[in-house]
């Protein structure tokens, strides 16, 4: 067993090493807690600690029982230094989010460990959970260019800690890596927060970097006034590539969801193959149990992942994005795909069951709009969730690389119903920048559609779509917002905004270029 104390600008923590169990991720030793009690939670909040339902995220960071949209921004100026990055946070509402409620976050920010340095990218990836179980969601700030003494770009993360007040930058917590600093490893390119074992009464972090996943074990909230948060840290072997069973990947990307429906979060770590056949989308499903988080197999599809109920059976469902999908012969690029497993007790299951191939679908399936061409990058985002309050989860689709006419890279976004049969290409609608009702203009390189979350504000029960497109006006970004009714989502009355409409630097932000599922 091999431990490692860290010692990085952003932390210094005990940590763990996790030992194998075959394929079994045992339960951690220990949980590492402040000796006080709990804070009350809130009346009222939107998530329950740990919660995997599509329509039950943890997003609400004021616990008023309305989701709160985060934001990332890594390419904004901040003091001066070009790509220090910031997040946003807009708060929700019954009128849904708008451009004044909002606060702006970066690691010049008082109380928020280190401080903006060009290239540290802060906010290039983004979660939300509620890690301390005190009812406050919680927010996620990936800071993957932070360069640790001389190591560049080992990476780094930030904690913004709920309270009544929202997110605050007091007290905020740093993290860095178990296994230590590491030139290139680019901490905090991903995340995911979900309870996945019973270990702890709120939810447990993930964390992706070059050298593999990290489960963080945090200590319940301190009494008002305290300062302290403990985590303790597990490492998520990667099962070996030499078993046949596993297919060896190049991590990306994670997911949650219930899919076996047995109370706890399952994870879905994706990515693309390596080896003799590779860049193909792969992913390897762990299965959330009471004592532990066990790797069960893997799946074809990836390296983008999204999870919901798409045909209402109570089972959290699993969508694969494959935007640049080899051909058979390795060389020529389609124009992306998506496949779809149903949730079973079993798991993630394919078409014919578990083990086997998801359903596909692509722009040449009936009734997608559009059609496949390649390079068009559709299934770069995905985002799971009911727009229309049916009872079925629908699929928000990004294709940032689709041409709009002769304008290159303009970027699309796609919505696929979901029926009890599963999705559907009847009644799927699709908007461009240069769609009816839809502000702006298609131009060059924006990349509509890089991001898109699927977001319930108002708490109506009927999710709103966010999509996103960071090279707008030449890289500063700005997000779209469509509103859902019971027809669905609609372009009329859409509108959109930047990080400056919230107080933010603007120039050269990449606003939208990381959106909290």
């Known amino acids: 067993m091999r431990t490692h104390r860290s010692t990085s600008s952003l932390t210094h923590r005990p940590t763990h090493r996790l030992t194998r169990r075959g394929l079994a991720l045992a339960a951690a030793t220990f949980l590492l807690t402040a000796g006080v009690g709990l804070v009350t939670a809130p009346a009222a909040h939107a998530g329950v600690p740990g919660s995997t339902r599509a329509d039950d995220r943890n997003c609400d960071f004021d616990g008023d029982g309305y989701d709160d949209v985060l934001v990332g921004a890594p390419g904004a100026t901040v003091g001066g230094k070009r790509g220090a990055g910031l997040v946003t946070v807009q708060y929700g509402s019954s009128r849904g989010i708008g451009t004044t409620r909002a606060a702006v976050f970066h690691q010049n920010t008082a109380g928020v460990p280190g401080g903006a340095e060009a290239g540290d990218a802060f906010g290039r990836a983004v979660a939300t959970g509620d890690l301390d179980g005190d009812g406050y969601d919680d927010a996620i700030v990936g800071v993957p260019g932070e360069d640790i003494g001389t190591l560049a770009d080992s990476g780094g993360a930030v904690i913004l800690w709920g309270s009544p007040k929202g997110l605050v930058g007091t007290h905020s917590q740093g993290l860095d ?34 050298n593999g996943a990290e489960r963080h074990h945090f200590a ?62 792969w992913s390897w499903y762990l299965s959330g149990q009471a004592d532990e988080l066990r790797f069960e197999r893997d799946l074809r599809g990836g390296p983008v992942a999204a999870s919901g109920d798409v045909n209402g059976d109570g089972y959290d469902d699993l969508v694969t994005g494959e935007p640049h999908s080899p051909d058979d012969g390795g060389e020529t690029m389609t124009g992306g795909m998506v496949g779809v497993y149903l949730g079973t007790p079993a798991g993630p299951a394919g078409v014919e069951g578990p083990g086997t191939p998801p359903r596909w679908w692509t722009q040449d399936s009936p009734g997608v709009p559009g059609a496949s061409e390649r390079g068009d990058g559709w299934g770069s985002d995905l985002s799971v969730a009911d727009t229309n309050g049916d009872g079925y989860a629908d699929v928000a689709i990004g294709a940032p690389e689709e041409d709009i006419g002769t304008v290159a890279d303009a970027g699309m976004v796609t919505v696929l119903r979901g029926t009890r049969a599963g999705l559907t290409g009847t009644g799927a609608q699709s908007w461009t920048q240069d769609s009816a009702s ?27 779509l966010l999509a996103a497109a960071p090279g707008e006006n030449t890289g500063d970004g700005h997000i779209w917002v469509f509103s859902a009714g019971t027809g669905g989502l609609t372009a009329a009355g859409s509108w959109t905004y930047s990080a400056g409409s919230l107080g933010g630097p603007a120039a050269d932000a990449a606003f939208g270029a990381a959106i909290d599922e």
């Open 177 to 210: 890596s178990l296994l230590g600093p590491t030139a290139g490893a680019r901490f905090g390119s991903a995340f995911a927060a979900a309870r996945f074992t019973a270990e702890t009464p709120g939810d447990q972090l993930i964390t992706l970097d070059r």
């Open 220 to 281: 319940p909230a301190p009494q008002p006034g305290t300062t302290a948060r403990k985590d303790e840290v597990t490492v998520l072997d990667r099962p070996s590539a030499k078993a046949a069973e596993w297919r060896d990947i190049s991590e990306r990307s994670l997911t949650t969801g219930d899919y076996d429906r047995n109370g706890f979060a399952d994870l879905v770590i994706s990515g693309v193959s390596t080896g003799a056949e590779p860049g193909h989308g």
């Open 438 to 464: 839809v502000p702006g203009a298609v131009e060059r390189a924006d990349r509509f559609g890089a991001q898109v979350r699927l977001t319930d504000p108002d708490g109506d029960g009927r999710f709103g």
